[in-house]
């Protein structure tokens, strides 16, 4: 499933397609994706010029002349392909630019979205109203998540991956700052120390970017002919490696909560 890093190198593999481009043809194929697709969506980014493409936690924006944002959201499955040879069944909406490249978004499972509100609303789209600080910004800080998690009872895994705490983290990032950070997953939030919380912040961060400077070295691949975005493999510290030697040789756990799997280490992790 893309994460923010994913997500944030798609944006970044479409902004040279796409930026300053007008768009001579944005085609939606089916009604819906997870949502309905708004009914408008072709008509108002049809002919309109994009200005700048960027990214609100897993959500994908590009922006228009025209003052609209089109919003995208990867889902499960979700991807955008860059000057494909052919259109396939799963191609579900269709773009070309003024100077003839042709992207699709490409979704099997269809669990992602594509929307469009008007800039000035931005701030008011429902997914976006109560969601807590990006992860990478200078206001998610050490600080920040103690004041956060003052009265929180709940396991600091839990409290990282509520939208409303901090934007955009998923299941993979989260496991593998807690490691970093000495953390365990099912410490109570309102029991971890500010120096702590510091350390587990620089965690974040350092797992998100070197995510994403991973993805950088991918995006040759993206917009070759026929290129597709990867979700690129990363050498995980514990994700996917339950029964693995840990970097302090004691063996990677994996506990399930809720249909979701945690891997963690019971030595490095308190
Ligand atoms: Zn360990």
Redesign the pocket.
Known sequence: MPELPEVETTVAGLRPVLEGQRLTMVEPRRADLRWPIPVDLRQRMTGAVVTSLGRRAKYGLIETDRGDVMIFHLGMSGRWRIDPEEIEKHDHLLVETQSGRRLTLNDPRRFGALDIVRRENLGHYRPFVAMGPEPLGDDFTGGYLKAATKDRKAPIKQILLDQRTVAGLGNIYVCEAL?MAGISPGRKGAAISKPRYERLVAAIKQVLIAAIAAGGSSLRDFVQPDGELGYFSKDWRVYGREGEA?????P?LRRVDSGRSTFY?????K
């Open positions: 490691h840990c970097e302090c040789g004691g990677v280490c019971s030595h490095c992790q």
